[in-house]
C-alpha cells in the first residue's frame, strides 16, 4: 500500500545501512529533488520492508546453518527504552559469516549484552565456530555438538598493546606471527590440501616456537605483569589457536567477521540509537541481505527493487529462489 516503489525502497535501505545516510540527511537530499520524505515515514519504510521479509530471513538463516564453519563478532546498539537511564538501553548486533561453500553473511539482534540470543541462533548449528574466544560462547562446546577455533589476530593485538617492557619477548611473539600471516597470504588461493601441507610443513613448527617464548616468558615473570595478560590469553585458548594447522578451512583468524560487523559499527556512528527493539530487528535483517548480496557479487538495491515487487506474489515453496546467492536478476533490470 505505500506509494513508494520497490526500488526507492531500495535505495532507502541500502542507503542508510551500508553507505551510512542516516534517516535526516536522506530527507535533505530528497528536498533537493522537491520531494518530501520524513524520517518517520522512511523509519516506517524500513520496518515494513523488513516485516515483509522475515520468512525469507528464516530460509536465509537454514542456510547458514549448513556452513561446516560460522564465524562470528558483535557490536552494541543502543534502544531508546524510557524505562532505563538517560532513556537508553544497550543491546548488541551480532554477524554470522558462513563459509566459502555456504555464501551467506546475517546479523542478529540482541535486546541486551548477555549471549542468550547467540546461543539460541546457533543452538541447532553442528559445526566449527570461530570467534574470539568471549567467555559467553563456552555453554556452546559444552555438548560436543560444536567446536571452537580461536582468533590468532586477537592473541597477536596483545602483543602491541605491551609498549615499555619487555621488548625482547614481545619483538620475539610479532615476528613468529609475521611469519606465519606470511604463509597465510601465500597459500590463499591454493587447493586445501597445498593449504594443509604448508601448515604443516612450514606454520607448525613457528607455532611450537611461539608456545616456547612464551612459556619460558611466563616461567619469570611475575603474576601480575602486564605482560602476562597476553601470554595468558595465548596459553588459554592455544587449542582453538592452533585448530588451523589441523584442518584448512579454518582461517587463522577471525577477521572476516570483524570485517563485516564494521559494517555495522560505521552505520551506528550516524544512526546513534533504534528507536524499538522492533527498529534494531529491522537493522539486522536488512544487513544480512545486503552483506549477503554483495558477498556474492550483486547489487543490493537491484536486489531489493526485485524481490520488494516480487515477494507477495510468491508461494513459501518459491521464496527459496529470492535468497540473494540464488538470486538471477530478471531481464531488463
Known amino acids: 500500500g505505500s506509494y513508494a516503489g520497490p526500488r526507492l525502497l531500495g535505495e532507502n535501505i541500502v542507503g542508510k545501512l551500508d553507505d551510512g545516510l542516516p534517516n535526516n540527511r536522506q530527507?535533505?537530499?530528497?528536498?533537493?529533488?522537491?520531494?518530501?520524505?520524513?524520517?518517520?515515514?522512511?523509519?516506517?519504510?524500513?520496518?515494513?520492508?523488513?516485516?515483509?521479509?522475515?520468512?525469507?530471513?528464516?530460509?536465509?538463516?537454514?542456510?547458514?546453518?549448513?556452513?561446516?564453519?560460522?564465524?562470528?563478532?558483535?557490536?552494541?546498539?543502543?534502544?531508546q527504552d524510557?524505562?532505563?537511564?538517560?532513556?537508553?538501553?544497550?543491546?548488541?548486533?551480532?554477524?554470522?559469516?558462513g563459509d566459502s561453500a555456504s555464501k551467506v553473511t546475517m546479523f542478529d539482534f540482541s535486546p541486551d549484552l548477555t549471549f542468550?540470543?547467540?546461543?539460541?541462533?546457533?543452538?541447532?548449528?553442528?559445526?566449527?565456530?570461530?570467534?574470539?574466544?568471549?567467555?559467553?560462547?563456552?555453554?556452546?562446546?559444552?555438548?560436543?555438538?560444536?567446536?571452537?577455533?580461536?582468533c590468532s589476530a586477537h592473541s597477536r593485538r596483545k602483543y602491541f598493546e605491551i609498549e615499555f617492557t619487555e621488548k625482547d619477548v614481545c619483538n620475539a611473539v610479532r615476528n613468529v606471527y609475521k611469519a606465519l600471516y606470511?604463509?597465510?597470504?601465500?597459500?590463499?588461493?591454493?587447493p586445501?590440501?597445498?593449504?594443509?601441507?604448508?601448515?604443516?610443513?612450514?606454520?607448525k613448527p613457528l607455532v611450537k616456537l611461539l608456545r616456547k617464548i612464551i612459556v619460558r616468558a611466563q616461567a619469570k615473570l611475575n603474576p601480575s605483569h602486564e605482560l602476562m595478560k597476553a601470554i595468558n590469553y595465548t596459553l588459554n585458548h592455544w587449542r582453538a589457536l592452533t585448530r588451523f594447522l589441523k584442518n584448512p578451512e579454518i582461517a587463522i583468524d577471525n577477521n572476516e567477521a570483524e570485517r563485516a560487523i564494521k559494517t555495522w559499527v560505521l552505520v551506528r556512528k550516524n544512526s546513534l540509537f533504534a528507536g524499538s527493539d522492533e527498529g534494531a530487528k529491522a537493522?539486522?535483517?536488512h544487513l544480512s541481505f545486503i552483506a549477503t548480496a554483495k558477498r556474492n557479487g550483486i547489487n543490493p538495491v537491484?536486489?531489493?527493487?526485485?524481490?520488494?515487487?516480487?515477494?507477495?506474489?510468491?508461494?513459501?515453496?518459491?521464496?527459496?529462489?529470492?535468497?540473494?546467492?540464488?538470486?538471477?536478476?530478471?531481464?531488463?533490470?
Not at 542468550?116 to 556452546?140: M, P, R, T, W
Not at 586445501?192 to 606454520?203: D, E, G, I, Q, Y
Open 27 to 79: 530527507q535533505k537530499i530528497f528536498g533537493r529533488q522537491n520531494v518530501t520524505i520524513p524520517r518517520s515515514t522512511q523509519c516506517d519504510w524500513m520496518q515494513y520492508t523488513a516485516n515483509t521479509l522475515t520468512l525469507l530471513y528464516e530460509l536465509q538463516k537454514k542456510e547458514l546453518l549448513k556452513s561446516a564453519i560460522i564465524k562470528t563478532d558483535d557490536s552494541s546498539i543502543k534502544i
Open 82 to 97: 524510557r524505562k532505563h537511564k538517560n532513556n537508553i538501553r544497550k543491546g548488541k548486533i551480532t554477524t554470522y559469516v
Open 116 to 150: 542468550d540470543k547467540n546461543l539460541e541462533f546457533l543452538k541447532d548449528f553442528h559445526g566449527i565456530v570461530q570467534a574470539d574466544a568471549a567467555s559467553g560462547f563456552d555453554a556452546l562446546y559444552e555438548d560436543g555438538q560444536r567446536t571452537e577455533a580461536g
Open 182 to 190: 606470511k604463509i597465510e597470504r601465500d597459500i590463499k588461493d591454493k
Open 192 to 203: 586445501p590440501a597445498f593449504r594443509l601441507a604448508m601448515r604443516r610443513r612450514k606454520s
Open 283 to 285: 537493522i539486522a535483517v
Open 302 to 333: 537491484d536486489w531489493y527493487a526485485d524481490v520488494l515487487s516480487r515477494i507477495n506474489g510468491l508461494k513459501t515453496n518459491e521464496l527459496q529462489q529470492l535468497l540473494p546467492q540464488n538470486w538471477s536478476p530478471p531481464q531488463g533490470l
